[in-house]
């Protein structure tokens, strides 16, 4: 899945800056990734395309 999602960052034309993951409960990992885009329809591109690869739950943007 790390391999797809990787690729699909690079595929939008975006750098990921950051990335962390950890296990969760029933074998679910959560990935956090800060990543450069242009704007804010290049991050709801990026989002949507994350979405929908085989193995995402859910993509989201996160404010910290």
């Known amino acids: 899945i790390l391999a797809g999602i990787t ?3 690079a595929q939008m034309n975006s750098n990921i800056l950051d990335i962390q993951s950890r296990a969760r409960e ?3 990992y ?3 990734m800060r990543v450069s885009v242009t704007d804010k329809a290049h991050l709801e ?3 949507a395309k ?3 690869l085989q193995g995402v739950v859910q993509a989201e943007r996160a404010i910290s």
């Open 45 to 47: 591109h990026l989002l």
């Open 50 to 52: 994350l979405s929908h």
């Open 30 to 32: 959560q990935v956090r």
């Open 26 to 28: 029933g074998g679910v």
């Open 7 to 9: 690729a699909a960052v």
